[in-house]
């Protein structure tokens, strides 16, 4: 079955940095791979999609994601952090099965320090 | 801007009470999900649906029922809320399955 593991709960960066939000998914090649972001007390919105093909995707906010297979990694990162970023960010992946569902890792929560 | 909506956005309510949790979208979409979600963990399905009058329960085993009488609409109900149903409703759909998922603002429930 597909998962996903983001490595660090939480991280912290200072406004202006670079961020990186690490993110594995375990078994064979994804279709689709995808970033939320979840502001406080807000649902989950869509940051960027991996596509079959694809290497770098770019998504809203200035944010992309990188995908390695032989790393099975799909890391988000932005080169320029803003106060605006400190939200939660999950990396979901299809479940593949009947269900249809996405699989979402733990989430990450990112804090930017002016 | 997703144009799926939940209500209500946050709601206190006694143990024993009957409570039932709004979601409707506007896309058109075929398949809809509830996910639970607690704080530091996954997001956990709770139940899907494939259609109209197509219900399932997902993953994470969860007292609540979910129908599905019109695509746009698919509200889920506690018959009796215990403190144990405190926790964040998130509804979501999408186009197709194993695709991207547009989610709703979410309902936080406390059951005191």
Request: glycine content about 8%; proline content about 4%.
């Amino acid at each position: 079955a597909q998962s996903v593991t983001q490595l660090g709960s939480h991280v912290s960066v200072s406004e202006g940095a670079l961020v990186l939000l690490r993110c594995n998914y375990s078994s064979s090649v994804p279709p689709y791979l995808f970033w939320y972001v979840q502001y406080p007390n807000q649902g989950l919105q869509l940051l960027l999609k991996y596509t079959t093909g694809a290497t770098l995707v770019k998504g809203i906010n200035g944010f992309e994601a990188e995908f390695k297979k032989s790393e099975t990694s799909f890391h988000l990162t932005k080169p320029s952090a803003h106060m605006s970023d400190a939200a939660e960010y999950f990396c979901a992946v299809p479940s593949g099965g009947s269900q249809g569902n996405l699989i979402f890792g733990k989430g990450t929560k990112l804090s930017v320090k002016p | 801007e997703a144009d799926i909506y939940q209500t209500p956005r946050y709601l206190v309510i006694g143990t024993g009470k009957k409570i039932t949790l709004e979601c409707s979208q506007t896309m058109g979409h075929d398949k809809m999900y509830w996910y639970q979600q607690d704080p530091g963990m996954e997001l956990h399905l709770i139940h899907y649906s494939y259609g109209v009058n197509s219900t399932e329960k997902g993953d994470l085993s969860s007292e609540s029922t979910v129908s599905r009488i019109r695509t746009e609409h698919f509200p889920l109900t506690l018959e009796s809320a215990r403190p144990s149903h405190t926790s964040q409703y998130l509804c979501a759909s999408s186009l197709t399955m194993n695709t991207e998922a547009f989610f709703g603002q979410g309902t936080r429930l406390t059951v005191v």
